[in-house]
C-alpha cells in the first residue's frame, strides 16, 4: 500500500509570505504526483500534476517539484483567496488508484 | 465542463444505494472517469475509476467487492452501485473526470460538488 504523508499538518502565514509544503511518498513513484487545493464547502481544484506541470489557469506563484519519494509545493506571497487545505495525491500505476495525503491547512497567522 | 451528482441519502448499515453523476461540456466517451469520497471534516480518498472504454475498474480495497462503478457513455452518466453500506462509508461522494483522454492517469481535472451518503441506523 502506498501511503502519502504531508507535512506541516497546519501551516501558519501572514498575507504576502511565502508557503513550503512537503508531500513524502512511501515509495517511490517518479513524477506521478498532483497537488490539489480545496476551500470549505467547495470539491477540490486541480493545480498541479506530474510533479511540476501547473494547470494553465491557476496563477504562477503556485510551483511544485520534486521526484521520487520527496515533493513541494510552493505559494510565494500568499493571497487571501490561498488560504486552504492542500493534498497530495499519487498516480502511479500499481496498484491502481490515486492515494490521497491526508491534507495541509494553510492557516491565516 | 459540468458534473452533477445525485442519489445520496440516509440508508440503514447493510442496505443498497445508486449513486448518478451527469456529464457534459466535453466529450465524456474518452475520458476515463472517477468517484472519489470525504467524509465529514476528513480529507479525501480515492474509490473507484473507470476507463473511457469501459472495460477497466479499479477500486480502493475498503470498498472492493461492495461497490461497482459503471458507466453509459450514450447518455454521459456515470455511475457508483454501493451495496452492504457501512458507516464508515458515510461520506461526501465526488464524481471526477480524468485529465487525460483515453487513458487513465488518476489525475482529475474537474469535480463535481459532490452528493451526501449517511449510512446510519
Known amino acids: 500500500e502506498k501511503v502519502m504523508t504531508q507535512s506541516p499538518l497546519i501551516l501558519s502565514v501572514s498575507p504576502g509570505e511565502g508557503a513550503t509544503l512537503s508531500c513524502r511518498a512511501s515509495?517511490?513513484?517518479?513524477?506521478?504526483l498532483a497537488w490539489y487545493q480545496q476551500k470549505p464547502g467547495q470539491a477540490p481544484r486541480l493545480l498541479i500534476y506530474?510533479?511540476?506541470t501547473r494547470v494553465t489557469s491557476i496563477p504562477t506563484r503556485f510551483s511544485g517539484s520534486g521526484s521520487g519519494t520527496e515533493f513541494t509545493l510552493t505559494i510565494s506571497s500568499l493571497q487571501s483567496e490561498d488560504f486552504a487545505v492542500y493534498y497530495c495525491?499519487?498516480?502511479?500505476?500499481?496498484?491502481?488508484?490515486?492515494?490521497f495525503g491526508q491534507g495541509t491547512k494553510v492557516e491565516l497567522k | 465542463v459540468e458534473l452533477v451528482e445525485s442519489g445520496g441519502a440516509l440508508v440503514q448499515p447493510g442496505r443498497s444505494l445508486r449513486l448518478s453523476c451527469a456529464a457534459s461540456?466535453?466529450?465524456?466517451?474518452?475520458?476515463?472517469m472517477h468517484w472519489v469520497r470525504q467524509s465529514p471534516g476528513k480529507g479525501l480518498e480515492w474509490v473507484a475509476g473507470?476507463?473511457?472504454?469501459?472495460?477497466?475498474?479499479d477500486y480502493a480495497d475498503s470498498v472492493k467487492g461492495r461497490f461497482t462503478i459503471s458507466r453509459d457513455n450514450t447518455k454521459n452518466s456515470l455511475f457508483l452501485e454501493m451495496n452492504s453500506l457501512r458507516p464508515e462509508d458515510t461520506a461526501l461522494y465526488y464524481c471526477?473526470?480524468?485529465?487525460?483522454?483515453?487513458?487513465?492517469?488518476?489525475?482529475?481535472?474537474?469535480w463535481g460538488l459532490g452528493t451526501l451518503v449517511t449510512v446510519s441506523s
Open positions: 471526477g473526470k480524468d485529465i487525460a483522454a483515453t487513458v487513465t492517469t488518476y489525475v482529475i481535472d474537474h
Open positions: 461540456g466535453f466529450n465524456f466517451n474518452v475520458f476515463g
Open positions: 473507470i476507463n473511457w472504454k469501459n472495460d477497466t475498474l
Open positions: 515509495h517511490t513513484i517518479g513524477n506521478n
Open positions: 506530474d510533479a511540476s
Open positions: 495525491q499519487q498516480y502511479n500505476k500499481w496498484p491502481p488508484g490515486g492515494t
